[in-house]
């Protein structure tokens, strides 16, 4: 089980800042992404992956107990 983290869009989508998710042991920070957010009509927001508070690249596995984050990009002006 990881502790997953939502900020921004992602946070107000799933109406939560954080919640436990199960994984396996093959599993990729993208793949869990991709399982939490598939892919509409539009495809997925593009977001940066963090992994106990650094960042990650896509294809790192995760182990139990790990703090994931998913990062979308900052909007502003």
Same mark, same amino acid.
Do not use: H
């Given at each position: 089980?990881?502790?997953?983290?939502?900020?921004?869009?992602?946070?107000?989508?799933?109406?939560?800042?954080?919640?436990?998710? =199960?994984?396996?042991?093959?599993? @990729?920070?993208? $793949?869990?992404?991709?399982?939490?957010?598939?892919?509409? /009509? %539009? #495809?997925?927001?593009?977001?940066?992956?963090?992994?106990?508070? =650094?960042?990650?690249?896509?294809? @790192?596995?995760? $182990?139990?107990?790990?703090?994931?984050?998913?990062?979308? /990009? %900052? #909007?502003?002006?």
């Amino acid at each position: 089980m990881v502790t997953v983290r939502y900020f921004a869009a992602l946070r107000e989508w799933k109406r939560c800042e954080k919640e436990q998710v =199960e994984v396996t042991e093959e599993e @990729t920070v993208r $793949e869990l992404y991709l399982r939490l957010f598939p892919p509409g /009509p %539009l #495809g997925t927001l593009p977001v940066a992956f963090a992994r106990n508070l =650094e960042y990650a690249s896509p294809d @790192t596995r995760m $182990e139990e107990g790990d703090e994931i984050a998913f990062l979308p /990009p %900052l #909007g502003g002006g």
